[in-house]
């Protein structure tokens, strides 16, 4: 099998809710990176490749309001959803934000684990 993810996929449970249209549904995350996810339902729908939908959770305290991502569907099975996410100028810092919080709050080889992290982010947001 080729493995051809970019990034890294950092676990996580986060509650988030999927829109599309008029529909809400409401599910965790399995895992982030920082160009998709993949998200556990907590019923089964049926989106197809390509499908456009918009995820929305809290990344701060509240009352500060949701953030809200536009995705595509990649893939998805029964529960399971992995979405790609589109560029959105406005919303990729607070993302980079929230992934590095979720990253370094994942206990695994200290200082190590924060070096890949770094050279992660260096990649995806090149040169400043």
Same mark, same amino acid.
């Given at each position: 099998?080729?493995?051809?993810?970019? +990034?890294?996929?950092?676990?996580?449970?986060?509650?988030?809710?999927?829109?599309?249209? %008029?529909?809400?549904?409401?599910?965790?995350? *399995?895992?982030?990176? $920082?160009?998709?996810?993949?998200?556990?339902?907590?019923?089964?729908?049926? +989106?197809?490749?390509?499908?456009?939908?918009? &995820?929305? +959770?809290?990344?701060? %305290?509240?009352? $500060?309001?949701? $953030?809200?991502?536009?995705?595509?569907?990649?893939?998805?099975?029964? *529960?399971?959803?992995?979405?790609?996410?589109? *560029?959105?100028?406005?919303?990729?810092?607070?993302? $980079?934000? +929230?992934?590095?919080?979720?990253?370094?709050?994942?206990?695994?080889?200290?200082?190590?684990?924060?070096?890949?992290?770094?050279?992660? &982010?260096?990649?995806?947001?090149?040169?400043?």
């Amino acid at each position: 099998m080729n493995y051809s993810r970019q +990034f890294y996929r950092a676990p996580s449970s986060h509650s988030v809710e999927l829109l599309a249209g %008029e529909s809400r549904h409401t599910g965790c995350l *399995e895992n982030i990176s $920082l160009n998709g996810a993949l998200l556990r339902l907590d019923a089964a729908v049926s +989106f197809a490749a390509g499908d456009n939908c918009v &995820l929305q +959770f809290q990344v701060d %305290e509240k009352p $500060l309001p949701p $953030l809200q991502i536009a995705c595509e569907v990649v893939h998805g099975c029964d *529960e399971l959803l992995g979405v790609k996410f589109l *560029e959105s100028k406005e919303d990729a810092e607070r993302r $980079l934000l +929230f992934l590095m919080k979720l990253m370094s709050d994942t206990p695994q080889n200290g200082d190590e684990y924060l070096e890949r992290i770094r050279a992660y &982010l260096a990649e995806y947001c090149g040169p400043r």
